[in-house]
């Protein structure tokens, strides 16, 4: 039933490798997938070797499943928000006052991209931590930053065409402008009501599934002690991890000796999802 999948974490963990594994597994049992790069530093065309653009294209070898990366910000500063040329740059300036709207508004923009397009699930190959945090919050920022423009443009609808005559030279449509400031909230709260669970803590985000990738399990018979000392070292934390998250679906991804990219790689890397390998290996 899930119709968002966000994989997030720090950089350089794995997130688009896992990201790639389960659009892969969802392709098999969905009728249509999308994944989609938000991260700026995309790494999906090289995951797939693939070329992929800000374009949904079908993913060399699969029928129902499709890529596609894109730069929020870039996508937000190539529309017009709210109307024409002259009062878009007029309520940019006005929106862009508000703290973290500049952002909120480039989430808006793949928010709505993605909600004209008709797929059954999409995964969000994420940026880093700290951005994909700022992303989740940015319904709410943007809901209220559209709700105080609004009302001051109600409150100030003449002194605004006035000012905006002053500065472009045209004459503005307050009810097209209004229109459109209400399309676009409209959308966010959309989104925003597909996010939320009453509850689940700090971002309203239902988060149950963590993998740990990059896990060493080491040859039998090894006699490696740098391997050795890096298994207990990961044991340690592993072990923090099963205690602090009982309730958690954790997913124990092995770290292979030979580089993931490419459809027949991804799909035998996706088995483990399904398949732990620790138990593989321990039959070894």
């Not at 703290?99 to 995964?123: C, H, N, W, Y």
């Not at 905006?164 to 209004?178: R, Y």
């Not at 340690?236 to 309730?247: G, M, S, V």
Request: with cysteine.
């Amino acid at each position: 039933s899930l119709k968002w999948i966000f994989v997030g974490g720090k950089g350089g963990v794995g997130k688009t490798t896992c990201s790639c594994c389960i659009s892969i597994l969802l392709s098999k049992v969905r009728e249509s997938v999308l994944i989609i790069s938000t991260d700026p530093a995309h790494n999906l065309s090289d995951a797939f070797a693939q070329k992929f653009t800000k374009v949904p294209t079908l993913v060399n070898g699969f029928h129902n499943l499709f890529a596609m990366e894109i730069d929020p910000t870039q996508e937000a500063e190539e529309k017009e928000i709210f109307g024409s040329p002259s009062d878009n740059e007029f309520f940019k300036e006005l929106a862009y006052s508000i703290p973290g709207i500049d952002e909120a508004m480039s989430f808006a923009e793949v928010m709505k991209l993605v909600q004209s397009m008709r797929f059954s699930t999409i995964v969000f190959d994420t940026a880093p931590t700290g951005h994909t945090l700022r992303l989740l919050s940015f319904p709410t920022v943007l809901d209220k930053g559209l709700g105080k423009i609004m009302k001051l443009k109600s409150q100030f609808s003449g002194l605004f065409s006035q000012l905006q005559n002053m500065i472009s030279g045209s004459q503005a449509n307050p009810e097209e402008l209004q229109d459109k400031m209400e399309h676009t909230k409209k959308i966010i709260t959309e989104v925003n009501n597909q996010f939320r669970n009453p509850e689940l803590a700090k971002y309203k985000i239902d988060v149950d599934n963590i993998i740990i990738n990059q896990v060493l399990f080491p040859d039998k018979g090894n006699a490696c002690g740098f391997c050795h000392a890096r298994v207990n070292m990961q044991n340690k934390y592993i072990n923090q991890i099963n205690d602090l998250y009982e309730d958690f679906h954790v997913c124990k991804l092995p770290l292979l000796k030979q580089e993931i990219r490419g459809k027949e790689p991804l799909e035998s890397f996706s088995h483990y999802m399904l398949n732990p390998y620790e138990e593989m290996w321990k039959k070894q």
